[in-house]
């Protein structure tokens, strides 16, 4: 979750969460290529990756890249 806000939706039995990719266009498939590549640089630099969604996965050494 990126913020504080919990849907009531969460709370029900009968519905069903999944992740929604919004569109699949040329450049949206570009920008995920970039994106990727942004985060491959980035951690060969030794950075934290961008748009990480567990940050408590990025300072253990099981989960580390080498």
Known sequence: RRGEYVSPLFT???VVISPHY????YD???R???MGYQ???????????LYVVNKDV???KEKRCE
Do not use: D, K, Q
């Open 12 to 14: 029900l039995e009968n």
């Open 22 to 25: 919004a569109g699949h266009t």
């Open 28 to 30: 949206t498939w570009l």
């Open 32 to 34: 995920r290529i970039e």
């Open 39 to 49: 985060n491959i640089v980035r951690i060969a630099n030794g950075e934290e990756p």
């Open 58 to 60: 990025l300072h253990s």
